[in-house]
Nanobody, 124 residues
């Protein structure tokens, strides 16, 4: 089992940047695929970005492609989401998720482990 703790959220003006971090417990972090999801108020939780465990293959939602970068530091058991050129529509609670395996998981239901979430608010 893995425990996930997100940090780095906050209030930022449109056009600004934030880097979210997700620290994972356990000794086999590099065997987990990781994902960042977000859930705007009153809406469904959606994938933002995902990264595989072994080879670091990445995928992004079209809405953040070119503005966001997911990365992982397996030595630190941490996955990051760098978000640039933030827009008010990026406002949401951002969740980190983990799934054992070497694949790349893109759907909420594929993930077994979730963090508590961190709020990102982008003001116009």
């Amino acid at each position: 089992q893995v425990q996930l703790v997100e940090s780095g959220g906050g209030l930022v003006q449109a056009g600004g940047s934030l880097r979210l971090s997700c620290a994972a417990s356990g000794r086999t972090f590099n065997s987990y695929a990781m994902g960042w999801f977000r859930q705007p108020l009153g809406k469904e939780r959606e994938l933002v970005a995902a990264i595989s465990g072994s080879f670091g293959i990445t995928r992004y939602a079209d809405s953040v492609k070119g503005r966001s970068t997911i990365s992982r530091d397996n030595a630190k058991n941490t996955v990051y989401l760098q978000m640039n050129s933030l827009k008010p529509e990026d406002t949401a609670v951002y969740y980190c998720a983990a799934q054992p395996g070497t694949g790349l998981w893109l759907v909420r239901g594929d993930y077994d482990y979730w963090g508590q979430g961190t709020q990102v608010t982008v003001s116009s």
